[in-house]
């Protein structure tokens, strides 16, 4: 299973909403990411979670809220964002190795438009 | 400061011709990948070349990187319709574990 998966597909949300984006992967992988994407702008790393734990934290607006509950799960958990976060979120995932990094697989996005 | 700059922005081809996009990027490196996204898409990864690497062939892909120049090709030979596309070249650091993405190419096939 070479996937990454992610829910929802798409998502509306108003600024006083709280929702969550997950994404998941059985390809054994313990490194996870998120990223977002603006239209016709490359994918902006936002969290790393190496070994289920935070590695990376690009200096992101407490609003976004990572979890990564377990090696096959990583959560974005949304609370009170502002229409410029409407984006595309995308997650991926990689196998660390000596500290290099590999090639990431990315899923399929989940496209949010906040209101 | 941006890894990794591309050119042309955008590129418009004929099916059958060859398609060339150039990225840039600032520091040293341990490896380059290329990755192509479909429109509003996830990400595929195409090719990863590491540092110590010249040129590598994947199919219709030919990839070269130059160190000195911190400099690396995709050509994609032979265009298809299905290769219209925006395509991105990604870095890290050497010692580094943040990939950081070029701004992208947008490749239009013309059937």
Known sequence: ?115 | SQQGEEDPQALSIQEGENATMNCSYKTSINNLQWYRQNSGRGLVHLILIRSNEREKHSGRLRVTLDTSKKSSSLLITASRAADTASYFCATVRTGGFKTIFGAGTRLFVKA
């Open chain 1, 1 to 115: 299973d070479t996937e990454v998966t992610q829910t929802p597909k798409h998502l509306v949300m108003g600024m006083t909403n709280k929702k969550s984006l997950k994404c998941e992967q059985h390809m054994g992988h313990r490194a996870m990411y998120w990223y977002k994407q603006k239209a016709k702008k490359p994918p902006e790393l936002m969290f790393v979670y190496s070994y289920e734990k935070l590695s990376i934290n690009e200096s992101v607006p407490s609003r976004f809220s990572p979890e990564c509950p377990n090696s096959s799960l990583l959560n974005l958990h949304l609370h009170a964002l502002q229409p410029e976060d409407s984006a595309l979120y995308l997650c991926a995932s990689s196998s660390p190795s000596a500290g290099t990094q590999e090639t990431q697989y990315f899923g399929p996005g989940t496209r949010l438009l906040v209101l």
